[in-house]
């Protein structure tokens, strides 16, 4: 389904996919999850990491933001582990503008 999505240029849809698989992943039992991180180890940072990616670059509207505060809320951890993810939901959060340079 992402590569559907991703290709009807669907951003927020191919996010919300990725969350779906990150969340399989972590829901496992511990025996297939640890199957899981032998045959795939950097999935679950992977699909993480494509979740938060395809939600930044969906185009701007009132789900994207919802959908941004409940991974601040439930993710906090993840976001600690991918600063530069994390920053860039943290900023979209609190700015309707962003600088294009950082000091």
């Known amino acids: 389904m992402v590569q559907y999505y991703i290709h009807?240029?669907?951003?927020?849809?191919?996010?919300?996919?990725?969350?779906l698989i990150y969340d399989t992943i972590n829901k496992a039992t511990p025996e297939k999850s640890a199957a899981l991180e032998e045959k795939?180890?950097?999935d679950r940072l992977d699909a993480f990491r494509?979740?938060?990616l395809y939600l930044l670059i969906s185009p701007?509207?009132?789900a994207k933001v919802d959908l941004l505060k409940?991974?601040?809320a439930a993710y906090p951890r993840e976001l600690d582990k991918e600063e530069r993810v994390g920053s860039f939901v943290r900023k979209l959060l609190t700015f309707e503008l962003m600088p294009i340079q950082e000091d």
């Open 50 to 52: 494509n979740f938060v």
């Open 40 to 42: 795939y180890p950097n």
């Open 8 to 19: 009807e240029k669907e951003m927020l849809e191919a996010a919300k996919a990725y969350q």
């Open 70 to 72: 409940v991974v601040e």
């Open 60 to 62: 701007y509207d009132q």
